[in-house]
Every structure is written in structure tokens, then in C-alpha cells.
């Protein structure tokens, strides 16, 4: 449609004033829309590239600033920032920690969602209240959620009270002791507060979804799981893949609750990348290195976005 | 008012050709249409008209003006979207009221003409409501009441009764042609269906893959289609096509079918191609009791019975298939046998190829 | 951190950990005020209104120049309750199990069974909450390590803490972690113990000065009354006992180099630090605790405090050591705690975990730059306790 | 027909009770915070953990207003926090305008990405992955460029980066409103004579501001929850509420009952919102994938 744009004001009346021949180039197509994503390209190039641009400078240079001097007068370094980051176990072992959390925050909130959403396809009492409260997780400021979270799964707090009251005073769990169960106790918390939002995704698009090829299908006799499985999820699919980039990309950011909750720990076994860059630019100071570590990460969510999202714009 | 001209209109999308240079000419206040199959480029003109697109090649005239520069909110030319594009946020009034509104029309004027055009419309009684509860003609109602409130220089219409029930399509295809005739707006009316060209249109262009196959009042087109397209689509159920040989006996030409033989009379013939088109409406198919010199035995097929019509599809002895139209007479069915005899004076030779009309009518 | 990098000038003074003098120092943030001290005197090291030592030196001095004025006093204290410890039945109980009378443990090894002795976890209380989290673990581990003459870093930065010192002292403090305490010595976070002494849950707590305040308020407290204050227990090194105690975070005053009226400022800060304002601030506020020798006989202090634990306090202030207070100290602080607090939750093996966090200081050091961090350490190993550097002399742990 | 109708029956109670409990897993957290919220300190973590407060007390939101009032002996300790007005006052401010600012900014490009392909076909997917980027990766870069601007501790610093890290939501849920707004709509009006500005302003806008709204109200929470960037940017000036309620630490602890009763009342002002355009949330979310 680029192409049917109309030419600019006409040229024969050359003395039409600047104001109306203004007016008139606003209603030219590419000219108007132009004008309308110029406020958000600037915001762009200001909060984006621009960062990126001193990012990747900073990737490159050894500069803390407890070194006493300016970050622009800082001595090069070239790669040896990236050097370091491979030698950096603690740095893989956060990517990795954020991938998992990605795998399991994104896989369980998309069938608890999915769920839900099937479930609230139809009418029964109270589903007007239900559908809020389902929503209002994702209101409460995240640092609360870490906090409410915390303190229920906190050695002597409510859940391990509620199993010893069931299996006996040997039941309870040490949640935020072991590596794995710290990790899965604030995949749960992200779980509670990010359902909502898939299940508003999918809900919404199971809404939209035309009824006649349900209607057609369940005319030639198909039972619901077929239904579900060859008609609806096929045409679900855009809206399922949308939803899943999103909370996927958001889930490898997970920073607050884990703050919140165990801080990393024990030790670095619950370190994801947000909490290990935040710590080493904002508490340890190198931030170089952090620098260089944001510049990777960047990198490797643009080669992500590339052979993951591109698939779905096309399709 | 005015008089619309386009010249040599060409578009294309992408790879697919929308417009292969379209030309015509509408007279002011007359009422052109424009008909031809889905995707022949009905829509595609009307928006180059409007200025809602822009010609690869090709210009357009409003009255003496060339307008390919004007912007289309200035072009004073109203449309009829096929879907109407009503403003589900505002009431039927101010939907009428909108071009007024923006031409700056003193508010007491607004008023007067948005009741009038509503009243010419009988839509008097929707004005104060939205239009998301109207049925569908009172919708399209609304829709050429916004159009017309302002006298535009052309009505564009793109088929806009094209999803109403036949009933009410009638009812507003006669209440259309009376207002083009009360108001003498200069309109111009895509379709895709004949029946609604020819009771509304002066007249007709048939169009096809975006090119003009034939211009003219309907009457004309109705007898002397230039091509089998044309022939084909103006006409229900349409004609029938039955390919022949043409073979030369002596000085005599014939037209070979396996089913039957025709020789062809009259003088300049020499030119035909071997192989050709034999086109002849059912109307023009008559049903004869008794086998008399000339008549072709048949077998009847299917029987549709609409009121005092029959639509017959009748076999011939070779298996080919013909459709025909009785009136009256005997009821027949399926597997009855009958002779029936070609009005020649009503059939058509086309070429095989290329579709054009090569004789006729009259063989 | 950002205030170095933002340096706006906004602040004219800065409240810190004064174990971030290091970072501030070098990074040009905070000025030398050792010309200043010579001018107005803020009676730190000497005369009758002085810090008690070594308070004197490690909240004020980096390189031996003084960047600071301490403002705090957070050696970590010692709580029992009283009212399970002067219970005869209990006395009998321990000598029967342990051959001697029941008294405030003077030893680790006394300790630690002293400890074991009044863990009762089927009544609902724990032996000891000792922090053996993310931010805090190390510190009853170090309390242990220096009191048996180690040192974090010999004279050329290389780690000393992968050493028969070290290793003890965390096998010894890992098995009281994992067999005498609630769980949530590790994998709460610091508040814990603020809840889990005064609820009654744990007979033992080591933590700062404030738990004491806020075990005693019946306000909050269900042991009102029944809180007991004892000195740290040490390492017996030829017949003299050696205490260490922790000093952990505290706070210091600051000059901004970037403030608006930095001489000025300095003024303020000693002025609110000076001997009359800081008393009241401290026994009014109660978040600040007394570092001034004066204080700790002063009668609106002992009202604060209570009459028995401000002497015990003054103890406990002799033998504090300092954070590490070099360049990066968060970083090797953090280093540190990570791995021991996977030690403590049994993921990592003493010696191992100790030499990963041996190792990442070494790589610390290394990229900060070896040569200015040995300058720093020789300076701040002296501003260490007068009984630990003794000891680490005996024991020639650095050259002299 | 009889199985048939008693298979709906049971359907319909199994849905009500798989609502009920839903309900209950996702009350219970929340029932946490606000029974927390009203407790006294000593009873915060305390064992056994009670639901319904032993001495239920109003002293922790008092102490949000009024830190250093020493109500149940929460005051005193938090004496050190400041009162919890200048962060809503931030919060109130640089939220509205950071949200109105996105969904302006990103309903213009959404509106120019999907009628006119402005900017490129790929546009919309690059401002998505904008909203990929963990944030501390630009914290870095951006606190020494704030700096150089002089925006550090500033409403102005949260405004710009609360907008701009906002944006791709606000473009990509109103791009599906857009879009389903038929096109032949603003060409009508184009041909009643109407400009482009007066186009998107009378027509479209008023056809899509129930997805304008939903897409609000979602950008409000993701703005008005944000932690990270304020605790980073903001040190004193302009603290917002999450990091107020990381500001209730003290010499004794974390308070937990101020912080829960702040985030308590910090919710209140989005569930209310939330509730009043429920309906627009729900449609709000397809990101015009689904078109019928």
C-alpha cells in the first residue's frame, strides 16, 4: 500500500501557502505515518540506541568507577571483558538458571493458562468474580509477591506448618536450602503472578476465534479433544506463539522475586543473569564487565528473535 | 454533478494485475454500471475514481477536471462500500450529518437535508439510534442517505445490496434506480450481478480480469454480446455453448456436431475458423412434440420448475447437455423423451479461442 | 556504587558501611580528611572522649589517611536466655553429661557443646540462630578463623583462608549450622534472628546490639526479662585466651568531593559524631549503637542498654575486627558468603568451598590490581585488634 | 437426551468447583499479605503461623504515614524510612504520565505500522524486542547517560524509561485493536471530506478506546510494580512505591508488616481500575492475531 501513496501537494499551485500545502502533506499516507511513529523512533533512538551505542563502548574499555576517573577516559581493554565472561562460570550458570526458568515458568503458566481459559469458555455462577481475582496477581507490586512468598514457604512458615499438621512434625521442607526446590519454589511465585497474563491471552483469543468451524466440527461428530486438538488449536496457534514469546522473554528477565526471595541463594544456586549483572555493576562496581555481559545478552536475544520470531511475523 | 471520464486505467498489486487499461465514459446524471465476475476490477476502479488508490497509468476526469492530484477528501465524490463502513459510534443522524458537518453546512441546513434525504429514504424513524441494531437494508439505507446528503459530483457504489435476501434486493434496486431518477445524480454501480445491472444500470461495461469485454445499454448487450463472456453472463441460466466443427461441403459450409449438423447460409463466411462456439440462450431452445424436419431428439435430465417456467436440462444423443427454458405447457420429467429445434435466428458463433462473437445472431 | 558513577554532587556527606571507605576512597568519591582532624581534633584516638580501639582506626583510616568518622558500633553481640541457663536442674543435667559445672562457655569447644546441650528441638527451641544466610554467613565462621590466628590474606594478598585454621573453623561451625539450628539460619535472610530470639524459638543468638534492645522490649518480645549477655567465646593459644569478634557493616561518615561545601560539611559530621549530640542520637534512636568510651558509663546509655549488657558491649568492641575493607570489598565479601552459605546448606564440603572462594578472591585481586591491594591490606591488618595482632606476631603470620 | 443433560450438569458443577479452587490457590498468597499486614511484629513469622491475627493492629499502615510514631513498637524501628507519601506522590505522578505518554506514542505508531506499513514491515517486531532486553542490561549504559543529562534521582528518569520500556505493549495491543477497526470506516470518512488527523481522532479513536484502556490499565501495573529500574535510578527524590517497599529495613529486620501493608494499599488503586474495565481486559489481549 506504500506505493499508492498520493504525490505532494500539487505543484501547480505553487503559491498555495506553506500552511495548507502543509496540511495537505499531512494527508499524504507516508507522510502521515511518518509523523506518527516519529515520536516513539525518537524515543527509541534516545532510550536505545544510544544506550546501546555506550553499552557496547563500555563492553570494551576497563572502567570501574571506583577507579577514580571518568568512564570516557578509561583505558581500552578490547575483548578481555568478553574474554572474561567465558572464563565466568557464575555467568553461564545464571544463563542457564534464567533459560530454566524460562523453560518451566513459561511452560507451566502456558498449560495452567491454557486450562483456565478452556475452563472460563463457558458461563457458570461467579465467573465475573473468579476472573478477577485470577487477575489481581498481577497487580500486587512483584516485590510483595517475593515477600508473600517468601514468608510462606519461609522453614517454619505457613506451608511447611500446614504439612507437619497433615504428615507429621518430620514433614516439612527446607524450600530456600536446596538448590532445586529454592529454584522451583520462586518459579511458583512467577507462576501464580504470570498465569494471569497467559490466561488473558489465550482467553481473549479463544474469544475471538470464529465459531463455525467448531460448529462444522462438532455437526460431523468430532468429541471435544479432537476438536480442541484440529480445529481450535490450529487456529489459536499465532495467539499460543505471541503468548509464549512474550512470557518467555519476560521470564528469562526475572529479577524482583528473586531478589526478594533468596537473594541468589544458597549461595549462587538460584542466580539468574538479571540479579548476577545487577550485582556485579551496581554492588561490585565493574561495570565494564556488566557492560559486556549486556552487550552478549542482547546479542543473543537478537540471533533468538531472528530464527524464533521471525517465523511467527511470517506466518 | 458531473460527468466522470477514466482513460486507460492500469494497476497491479504485487504481481497480480487488478486493472489491464480501462477506459470509459459516464455521462452526468447518468447511472453506469460497472459488472463483472469477483476479482474483475470493479472495486479497484470505483477507489481509483474515489482516489482511495492511485493508477499505475491512467487518468481520471471529473467533469473537465483532471483530479489525479487531488487528494481524495477534496475530490467530492461519495461512496457505497460493499460492507457500508458505517460509524458504529454515532447515530444515523450524524452519520448522514458527517459530510455536511465537515463542509461546514450551518447547522439549521444539516437538519433540513439530513430529514430530507431521510425521508426520501424512509429512514425517518432510525435517526436517533446507532446502527449497530439495524437490519441490513436499513443499514445500506443509511449508507447512500450519507452518500447522497451532499450531492456529490459521482455516487460511487460497490455492490452494495450484495448480501440482502433477494426480496428486499429487489425492493432496493427499484428504490435506487427512483431516487437516481428523482435526484439525476451521476452514479456508478459495481456489481456482479446481471439482473441488478440491467433493471438499474443505462448503461452497462462488463468487465473481466480487468479489462473491458463490452459497453452498452443492457438491452444491447443482452442481443448482441460481443463475446461468449459477455454473452454467458448477461442472461440466467446462462447460454448454452456447444463447440462444432465447420466444415466446408462443396461450396456449402456446415457446422458439424456430432449430434446434429447446421449449414450455415449467407454469403462471406469464408473467413470462419475450423473449430467455433455455438451459443444459444434456453430461452431460445423450443420444445417440439413431434419429430419434424430439423429437430434433434432429446432426453430430459433434470426438471426445475419455477412457477410457470421449466428449466430443462435436456441430453442429446451424443450425451451433450443443454438447458432450456419451457413456459406453460406440459409437465415433464426426468427421462422423458422430446425433439427439440434451435431458434437460428437467436444463436451466435464465437470464436473457440479468443471468445469473440464471429456470427449473429441469426445463423 | 551510584553515586560514583552519577556523581550529581547532591549529597555533601555520605552515610556508609565503613567497610566501603576502600571503593569511595579510591574512586575519588570521598576526600581525605586528615587535615581537617588536625584542625578541629574529633577526639577519636585519644583523650577521654575517644572511640574504644580498635573502633578508632577501622571506621575512620584507608591506606593509614582518615576518610571517615565512624558513626557506629556494630560488633556482633551475644544472647542467651538466662532464664533456661540459671535453671539448676540444667546445671545438674550438664555436669552429669559433661564433668564440669555449668558457666557462659569461654572456648569454641565448650561452646559448641553448650550449645548442643540446650538444643531442644522437640520443645521448639533450637540451640543457637548464628547466620549462615547469603549476606551474613561468614561471620560466625570468621569470629572462629581469627580467634585460631587466621588472617584473611598474608602480606602479598594471596588468600590464607584454605588453611587448617580456616577449614576448622568451618567444619566446626557447619556442624553447629546443620545439627543445632532452625533452617533458617541459612536460607532465611538476617531478619530471622530478630524473630526467632525474641519468639522463643532459639536459646542462643548472635547478632548486633539491637537484637538485645528489641528482645528486652515486651512490646515484641515473649522473653522480656530473660535475655542474658555473655563475651565471645575465643581460642586458648598458650594459656591466653583469644577473642574475635566480628564487626559487621557499621556505619561511617563521609565527605563528598563533589558536595557543595565539603570543609563545612566535615564540620557537621563532626559535630553530629561529637560527644554530645552522638549520645543523644544513639540513646534516643536506637539504630546507631555507642562507640565512645565515656558512653558506656554514662547513665542515659545504661537506660538504653540495660546496666548489664553496655559492659559487655565495651568487651565485645575491644576485640572487634573489621569487614575487609580493601578496594571491592563487597565483592570478596560476597564471594566469601555464597560459598560458605553452600557449604552451610551441605552443597559444598568445607575445604572446598573455601578454596572456590580463595580462588575468586585471587581473581579479584588480580583485576583490581595486586599491588595497590597489598598497600591497603598491610594498612588495614593493623587496625585489627592489639590481641590478634599479637597473636598473628607469635604466630608469624606476617613478616615484621 | 437424559445423559446429555446430566453430562451438563456435572460439567457445569465441575466448572464451578475448578472456579472455587482456582479462586483459593490464587487468593491464598494475597490472604498471606493482608492477614501479615494487620499483624503485630512479633507476629509476622512467627510459630505457628496464624491466619487471623492474635492481636490484629492498624500500627503498620499508620507507620507508612507516620514512621517514628511508635504505635506497637513498629514505629520507633522504622524511624529511619521516610514517610510513605513523597513515594505514592512519585508513583502517582511518574506512573499516569509514563503510561499516558506510552499508550499515546504507541497508539500513533500502531496506528501508522498497521494502516501504512510506516517505517518499515519489521518495525513492530524490533520494537518488540525491545521489551526483551533485560532492563539492568540498559541500566548500565543508562545511568551514565542520565548522568551527562542530570536525570539521575529525577520523576523525569522513570517517566522516559517506564514509557519507553512500555512501548512494545502499548503497540502491540493497540495494533490489534487497530486492525480491527475496518478500514473502509476511515475511508468513508476520507470521502465525507475528513483529513487524516481528524480521521484517527473522531473515527478510530473513539472505535478503539475500550483496547486503549485495557492496554492502559496493563502498562499501568507493569509501570506501577516496576522495581528494578527505580531502585537503581532513584535514591532519594524519586523513590517510587516498590522501592519504598524495599525501604523498610532496619536496624532489626525487614518489616514485614509495613511492607505488606503497603503493598496492600500500592494495589488497591490497579484492582479497582481493573475491575471497571474487565471487560476490555479480556478483549484486550489478542494482539490481532485472531481476525475472523
Redesign the interface.
Given at each position: 500500500m506504500a506505493s499508492s501513496g498520493h504525490p505532494l501537494a500539487d505543484t501547480s499551485e505553487g503559491r498555495a501557502s506553506f500552511l495548507s500545502r502543509l496540511r495537505r502533506a499531512v494527508d499524504e499516507e507516508r507522510f502521515f505515518g511518518t509523523l506518527l511513529i516519529t515520536p516513539m523512533q525518537l524515543l527509541l533512538w534516545f532510550l536505545l540506541i544510544i544506550p546501546t551505542i555506550i553499552v557496547i563502548y563500555l563492553s570494551l574499555v576497563a572502567w570501574e568507577p571506583r577507579m577514580g576517573v571518568d568512564w570516557w577516559q578509561a583505558p581500552f581493554a578490547f575483548l578481555r571483558n568478553y574474554a572474561q565472561i567465558f572464563q565466568d562460570g557464575r555467568f553461564w550458570a545464571a544463563i542457564g538458571r534464567s533459560l530454566g526458568v524460562v523453560v518451566a515458568a513459561g511452560g507451566l503458566e502456558f498449560a495452567v493458562g491454557l486450562g483456565l481459559a478452556l475452563l472460563f469458555m463457558r458461563d457458570f455462577p461467579g465467573k465475573r468474580i473468579v476472573t478477577s481475582v485470577i487477575l489481581y496477581p498481577m497487580m500486587l507490586p512483584w516485590v510483595v509477591v517475593g515477600l508473600a512468598f517468601y514468608l510462606l514457604f519461609l522453614d517454619r512458615g505457613p506451608v511447611n506448618f500446614v504439612l507437619t499438621q497433615w504428615f507429621g512434625s518430620g514433614a516439612t521442607v527446607e524450600w530456600f536450602k536446596n538448590p532445586l526446590l529454592a529454584m522451583g519454589t520462586i518459579v511458583l511465585a512467577d507462576i501464580w503472578q504470570w498465569t494471569p497474563f497467559l490466561f488473558l491471552i489465550l482467553y481473549s483469543g479463544l474469544g475471538a476465534l470464529p465459531k463455525d468451524p467448531v460448529e462444522a466440527a462438532m455437526n460431523l461428530g468430532a468429541n471435544r479433544w479432537q476438536i480442541f486438538r484440529h480445529v481450535t488449536l490450529p487456529m489459536l496457534k499465532p495467539v499460543i506463539l505471541i503468548a509464549l514469546v512474550i512470557r518467555a522473554l519476560e521470564a528469562f528477565k526475572i529479577f524482583d522475586l528473586v531478589f526478594v526471595m533468596t537473594g541468589g541463594g544458597p549461595g549462587t544456586s538460584t542466580e539468574t543473569i538479571s540479579l548476577y549483572i545487577y550485582r556485579v555493576g551496581f554492588v561490585f562496581g565493574q561495570l565494564s564487565y556488566a557492560a559486556a555481559m549486556a552487550v552478549l545478552i542482547l546479542v543473543m536475544i537478537t540471533l533468538v528473535t531472528r530464527f524464533a520470531i521471525q517465523p511467527i511475523e511470517e506466518g | 454533478m458531473a460527468s466522470v471520464r477514466v482513460e486507460g486505467l492500469r494497476k497491479a498489486f504485487g504481481d497480480t494485475e487488478a486493472l489491464r487499461g480501462i477506459s470509459f465514459e459516464v455521462r452526468d446524471g447518468e447511472f453506469f454500471s460497472l459488472l463483472g465476475p469477483p476479482g474483475a476490477g470493479k472495486t479497484t476502479t470505483l477507489r481509483i475514481i474515489a482516489g482511495l488508490e492511485s493508477p499505475d497509468e491512467g487518468r481520471v476526469w471529473l467533469g473537465e477536471e483532471i483530479v489525479d492530484r487531488v487528494h481524495p477528501k477534496d475530490r467530492d465524490v461519495a461512496m457505497v462500500f460493499e460492507d457500508l463502513a458505517l460509524y458504529p459510534h454515532w447515530s444515523a443522524f450524524d452519520n448522514i450529518a458527517h459530510p455536511l458537518k465537515l463542509r461546514k453546512v450551518p447547522l439549521g441546513e444539516i437538519e433540513e437535508r439530513v430529514r430530507a434525504i431521510a425521508g426520501m429514504l424512509k429512514i425517518d424513524h432510525l435517526l436517533d439510534r446507532r446502527p449497530g441494531t439495524f437490519s441490513g437494508g436499513e443499514r445500506r439505507r443509511v449508507a447512500i442517505g450519507r452518500a447522497l446528503v451532499r450531492r456529490p459530483r459521482v455516487l460511487l457504489l460497490d455492490q452494495p445490496l450484495s448480501d440482502l435476501d433477494a426480496k428486499i434486493r429487489q425492493e432496493m434496486a427499484g428504490e435506487l434506480k427512483r431516487l437516481q431518477a428523482e435526484t439525476g445524480q451521476t452514479m456508478i454501480y459495481a456489481t456482479h450481478d446481471y439482473e441488478e445491472a440491467v433493471s438499474m444500470a443505462d448503461r452497462i461495461m462488463v468487465i473481466h480480469q480487468g479489462q473491458e469485454e463490452q459497453t452498452g445499454a443492457p438491452q444491447a448487450l443482452y442481443r448482441e454480446p460481443d463475446s461468449s463472456f459477455v454473452a454467458a453472463f448477461i442472461g440466467s441460466p446462462a447460454m448454452n455453448f456447444v463447440p462444432c466443427k465447420v466444415e466446408r461441403a462443396g461450396g456449402e459450409l456446415v457446422l458439424q456436431h456430432r449430434a446434429f449438423t447446421l449449414s450455415l447460409a449467407g454469403e462471406g463466411l469464408l473467413s470462419l475458423p475450423d473449430e467455433v462456439l455455438l451459443g444459444i440462450r434456453p430461452e431460445h431452445i423450443r420444445i417440439e412434440a413431434a419429430r419434424t424436419p430439423g429437430a434433434l431428439p432429446a432426453e430430459v435430465d433434470i426438471v426445475q420448475v419455477l412457477g410457470e417456467e421449466q428449466v430443462l436440462d435436456l441430453r442429446l444423443e451424443d450425451g451433450t447437455t443443454l438447458k432450456a427454458i419451457v413456459v406453460g405447457g406440459v409437465e415433464l420429467k426426468a427421462g422423458d423423451p422430446l425433439f427439440i429445434r434451435l431458434e437460428r435466428e437467436r444463436a451466435f458463433l464465437f470464436d473457440q479461442v479468443s471468445g469473440r462473437r464471429i456470427l449473429g445472431p441469426g445463423l | 556504587?551510584?553515586?560514583?558513577?552519577?556523581?550529581?554532587g547532591?549529597y555533601d556527606v555520605f552515610l556508609t558501611f565503613c567497610n566501603w571507605i576502600g571503593?569511595?576512597a579510591?574512586?575519588?568519591?570521598i576526600v581525605d580528611q586528615t587535615a581537617w582532624w588536625e584542625k578541629y581534633d574529633p577526639e577519636v584516638d585519644h583523650g577521654p572522649n575517644r572511640y574504644v580501639a580498635p573502633l578508632d582506626r577501622f571506621t575512620t583510616l584507608y591506606k593509614g589517611r582518615r576518610y571517615a568518622l565512624g558513626a557506629d558500633d556494630d560488633a556482633f553481640s551475644l544472647f542467651y536466655r538466662k532464664d533456661i541457663m540459671d535453671n539448676p536442674d540444667e546445671a545438674k543435667a550438664f555436669e552429669d553429661r559433661y564433668g564440669r559445672p555449668l558457666e557462659l562457655p569461654k572456648t569454641w569447644k565448650e561452646f559448641d557443646e553448650w550449645i548442643a546441650f540446650f538444643d531442644r528441638p522437640d520443645e521448639?527451641i533450637r540451640g543457637a540462630h548464628m547466620y549462615a544466610?547469603?549476606?551474613f554467613a561468614y561471620t560466625a565462621w570468621a569470629a572462629r578463623f581469627i580467634s585460631k590466628g587466621g588472617a584473611y590474606f598474608d602480606d602479598n594478598m594471596d588468600p590464607l583462608i584454605v588453611s587448617d585454621e580456616g577449614v576448622t573453623a568451618l567444619e566446626e561451625q557447619i556442624r553447629l549450622t546443620q545439627d543445632h539450628m532452625?533452617?533458617?539460619a541459612?536460607?532465611?535472610?538476617?531478619?530471622?534472628?530478630?524473630?526467632r530470639f525474641?519468639?522463643g524459638?532459639v536459646f542462643f543468638a548472635w547478632a548486633?546490639a539491637?537484637?538485645g534492645?528489641?528482645a528486652q522490649?515486651p512490646?515484641?518480645?515473649?522473653i522480656a526479662g530473660k535475655v542474658g549477655y555473655m563475651d565471645a567465646p575465643g581460642t586458648m593459644h598458650d594459656g591466653e585466651l583469644v577473642k574475635a569478634v566480628p564487626h559487621v557493616v557499621g556505619w561511617s561518615f563521609s565527605i563528598s568531593r563533589y558536595g557543595k561545601a565539603p570543609e563545612a560539611a566535615y564540620c557537621f559530621i563532626q559535630w553530629f559524631t561529637g560527644p554530645a549530640v552522638g549520645l543523644d542520637a544513639i540513646a534516643r534512636?536506637?539504630?546507631?549503637d555507642a562507640f565512645r568510651e565515656p558512653w558506656f558509663d554514662d547513665a542515659k546509655m545504661k537506660e538504653a542498654y540495660g546496666e548489664e549488657f553496655l559492659p559487655v558491649l565495651h568487651s565485645l568492641t575491644q576485640n572487634a575486627f573489621p569487614d575487609i575493607s580493601l578496594?571491592?570489598a563487597?565483592?570478596y565479601l560476597?564471594n566469601l558468603n555464597?560459598?560458605l552459605?553452600?557449604a552451610?546448606?551441605?552443597?559444598?564440603g568445607a575445604e572446598r568451598a573455601l578454596k572456590d572462594a580463595a580462588d575468586s578472591w585471587q581473581q579479584i585481586t588480580d583485576?583490581i590490581g595486586r599491588l595497590g591491594q597489598i598497600e591497603a591490606w598491610r594498612a588495614e591488618r593493623q587496625n585489627y585488634p592489639q590481641p590478634i595482632q599479637d597473636l598473628w606476631a607469635k604466630l608469624g603470620r606476617f613478616p615484621s | 437426551m437424559e445423559s446429555r443433560r446430566l453430562r451438563e450438569f456435572t460439567d457445569a458443577v465441575l466448572r464451578w468447583l475448578a472456579g472455587i479452587i482456582v479462586c483459593a490457590i490464587f487468593l491464598l498468597p494475597l490472604i498471606w499479605v493482608l492477614s501479615i499486614s494487620f499483624k503485630p511484629p512479633e507476629e509476622w513469622i512467627a510459630y505457628p503461623p496464624r491466619l487471623i491475627p492474635e492481636k490484629i493492629t492498624t500500627s503498620n499502615y499508620v507507620v507508612l504515614f507516620q514512621p517514628g510514631n511508635p504505635v506497637g513498637g513498629v514505629g520507633a524501628m522504622v524511624s529511619a524510612a521516610e514517610p510513605v507519601t513523597r513515594a505514592f506522590i512519585n508513583s502517582i505522578i511518574v506512573v499516569p504520565i509514563a503510561t499516558a505518554a506510552s499508550l499515546v506514542i504507541g497508539f500513533l505508531a500502531a496506528y501508522a505500522t498497521t494502516r501504512f506499513q510506516a517505517g518499515g514491515k519489521s518495525l513492530p517486531l524490533f520494537v518488540l524486542t525491545t521489551r526483551m532486553f533485560p532492563p539492568v542490561a540498559f541500566a548500565v549504559p543508562l545511568l551514565v547517560y542520565f548522568r551527562a543529562l542530570g536525570l539521575i534521582d529525577t520523576q523525569l528518569a522513570l517517566i522516559l524509561m517506564y514509557t519507553g520500556f512500555t512501548i512494545a505493549f502499548s503497540l502491540w495491543m493497540t495494533r490489534g485493536f487497530i486492525e480491527g477497526v475496518p478500514k473502509s470506516i476511515e475511508e468513508a470518512a476520507i470521502l465525507d471530506g475528513a483529513s487524516r488527523w481528524r480521521v484517527l481522532f473522531t473515527i478510530t479513536l473513539p472505535l478503539v478506546k475500550g483496547g486503549l484502556a485495557a492496554t492502559g490499565l496493563f502498562v499501568f501495573i507493569l509501570n506501577w510494580t516496576e522495581f528494578l529500574l527505580a531502585q537503581i535510578f532513584t535514591s532519594r527524590q524519586a523513590i517510587t512505591i516498590p522501592v519504598q517497599v524495599s525501604h523498610y529495613v532496619g536496624a532489626v529486620g525487614r518489616f514485614y508488616g509495613p511492607m505488606a501493608a503497603l503493598g496492600v494499599v500500592a494495589s488497591i488503586p490497579v484492582v479497582v481500575a481493573g475491575y471497571i474495565i474487565q471487560r476490555h481486559l479480556v478483549t484486550g489481549f489478542t494482539f490481532g492475531l485472531v481476525r475472523e
Open positions: - | - | 556504587m551510584n553515586e560514583a558513577v552519577v556523581r550529581t547532591d571503593d569511595m579510591e574512586s575519588g568519591l521448639g544466610e547469603r549476606y532452625w533452617p533458617d541459612v536460607t532465611g535472610d538476617w531478619s530471622v534472628a530478630y524473630s525474641p519468639e524459638s548486633w539491637s537484637l534492645k528489641w522490649d512490646e515484641t518480645s515473649k534512636v536506637g539504630t546507631l578496594r571491592g563487597a565483592e560476597d555464597l560459598n552459605q553452600q552451610f546448606a551441605g552443597q559444598k583485576r | -
